[in-house]
């Protein structure tokens, strides 16, 4: 069994990862700022909630007062809106969840992780290509490999990994924001606006979180112990 923290463990993806590595029979630790998410996760599951904000650096040390083996820093959030149009608000606010999240979540976690642990981030294809109108959520993701390729680097020697998930759009609230953002934009119906999310993926369709979440319990088994530095996309062939 290891002990394993997955912060936006409320919802969407994180619910995935920790109902999938709970059922492998692991400790799961989620951790979000909102209780109510983290316990809707919990319910009927043997996994500890903690609320947390992984951009404030005491609330991420608070965290890690107990060990885990396998830290995955899956908080994000996307913005939409052209360079042209991004305050500098909306830019920091994507940068410190995104990108100094994951590296306080990776820092905190370091500090005491043993022997073969795991740190994996949940990327996104945004990480591997531009695009319209997420520059800022882009930048920040791009951020992210570079943090994990080199900390991949760092601690190759101590058997531990460092890894990155890189989905394209997937079947969560973030992707259904992503919808309805075109449905105003292009003042399209919800069928028509779906398609046009999910025309970047050759298979045209949404993401199960669950493959996400079997990627990351894949990543965190013995059999992964030489993936280091990896930005591994699960999108159907996007990227
Ligand atoms: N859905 C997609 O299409 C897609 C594609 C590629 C990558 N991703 C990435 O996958 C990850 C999960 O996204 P999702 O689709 O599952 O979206 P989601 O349902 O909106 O989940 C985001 C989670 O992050 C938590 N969070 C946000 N800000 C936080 C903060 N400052 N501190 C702690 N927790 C915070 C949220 O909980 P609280 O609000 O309660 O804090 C929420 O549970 C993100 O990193 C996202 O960028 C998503």
Redesign the pocket.
Known sequence: MKRVLV??????????IAHCFAGAGHGVTI????LA??EETARGHDITVRT?????EA?VAALFEQEFDVVI??????TATKVADTTLAQWNATL???LT?TFLTFREALRDMPQGGRLIA?????ALQGGSNIAA?AAA?HGVLGLVRSLAKEVAKKELTCNAI??????????E??ITGVMGRFEVNRERATKMVVSGNPQGR??D?AE?AATALWLASDAARSINGHALSVSGGEI
């Open positions: 912060t936006g463990g409320g919802t969407g993806i994180g619910r995935a951790a979000g700022r909102r998410p983290l947390a904000d992984v951009t404030d609330s820093a899956n908080a994000g959030a996307g410190a969840v995104n999240g949940i990327a996104s294809t945004a959520y993701k890189c989905p394209g759009f997937v079947d969560t609230e973030m992707a924001a992503a949404l993401i979180p996400v």
